[in-house]
């Protein structure tokens, strides 16, 4: 397939995701069956970010032309892709890359996750078969090329020992903060509230923390925080919650609590489930600085940073790790 026959097809893909077919609610649905922290609307909003914010024929237009992708490659690499299952469609982005690349993938799917990437892979085998030459899925990613993985700090060291003799991408474990000044519109912590709950918080894009001045009020932001009040009623979520509670009255800890979300102050950006972290700050460009340095940190939300309410919409350049995975690929050709 040449380039443009590739962003055609993933055009088409787009707009089946952005469709109503009986074939794709039912898929979505099986998706929610499988893994009981892809509840429905937020298998929604992951699936129309991809299709809105990746799969538009303006956009991988552009971001090809910016790596001058190639029509075809005359020897492509065969790509093996490990998949974390965190939310749904995480491991979509590099799929994407490998493809428009003129490489081909090898996939291994999370089980968390594999419904959903399984079925729009399947999509494009109907519309074209020789995308079949192109994506493939396999249990062992053996004898390959080169490899993009995406896990936790412990499974990194697994794949460094196995893909670093490869050209490789390596990710561990990321998260997201954001710095309030205490001048936030209730807009503005509405939005914010998105960035802390979607997904339940399980994404690497997910602020776990925030940073706040001295006597900063906290009354606005928990308000904010009890966006999402059904939360309380999914059982996965409820057992974090109360176990988390308990930890902090039985150690004594100060909280801060809105039957939603547990507020406490913690200098660690990670933050475990139905909990977000605070910490104070005085200076915010030395805070920037400290920041910015720090490899744990996905992206930043505040004003002048990533908006409020768009740490979960990431661009086709807004690459994972920070590693621009465009630029790997294209290395692979020469």
Known sequence: ?????????LCRLGQYINSNEPEWLAVKERAYNQ???FVPEFIDSATKNVAAHFLQPSLLTKWAEKYQIQDRLEKPSEVGIVMAGNIPLVGFHDLLSVFVSGHNAVIKPSSKDEVLIKHLVKKMYEWEVTVQNHISFAERLNGLDAYIATGSNNSSRYFEYYFGKYPHIIRQNRTSIAILDGTESAAELDLLADDVLQYFGLGCRNVTQVY????????????ALKKY????????YKHNFDYHLALLIMGGKYY????????????SPFSP???LHYAFYEDRLALLNQLNQDPSIQCIVGSGLVPFGAAQQPSLTDYADGVDTMAFLTGLTK
């Open 273 to 275: 489930v139905s909990q």
């Open 35 to 37: 893994n009981q922290w």
């Open 256 to 267: 801060m609590n809105n039957d939603l979300v547990i507020l406490t102050e913690n200098v």
């Open 212 to 223: 706040v001045p001295k006597d900063y009020d906290f009354k606005p932001l928990l308000a």
């Open 1 to 9: 397939m040449i380039l443009q026959e590739r962003i055609e097809l």
């Open 229 to 236: 009040p059904d939360f309380i009623d999914y059982h996965k």
